[in-house]
């Protein structure tokens, strides 16, 4: 693994709290679905990173892709901009935290 990959791996580590189930359970509910940007009318690109971060988190790291790569970039980028954006109100069932819940991080772990 090159050392940028090792990078992004590790940083994707630490934005990705979430287990692959952990995230598939959470993409089969009503929130999940209502979170998100959906501009083109079906499913939101959150959503849609969920599927892709649990397909990641299950690969070998010698079978990741250079698309995997962006991908982890992309998410980890997505998280740490969405933290600095916290509410001062109780996030438990925010709309802030069902997105983030979509990209692989639950703020209350």
């Known amino acids: 693994m090159a050392k940028d990959e090792h990078r992004v791996a590790a940083e994707f580590g630490e934005a990705v709290n979430m287990t692959p189930k952990e995230i598939e359970r959470w993409l089969d509910t009503p929130q999940s679905q209502a979170a998100g940007d959906k501009s083109g009318g079906g499913e939101s690109t959150g959503h849609?990173?969920?599927?892709?971060?649990?397909?990641?988190?299950?690969?070998?790291?010698g079978d990741l892709s250079e698309d995997d790569y962006a991908h982890m970039r992309k998410v980890t980028g997505y998280v740490h901009r969405h933290l600095a954006q916290r509410p001062s109100h109780d996030v438990r069932d925010s709309r802030w935290r069902h997105s983030l819940m979509n990209w692989g991080h639950d703020p209350l772990k």
């Open 48 to 61: 849609a990173s969920g599927r892709r971060i649990a397909e990641i988190l299950r690969k070998k790291a």
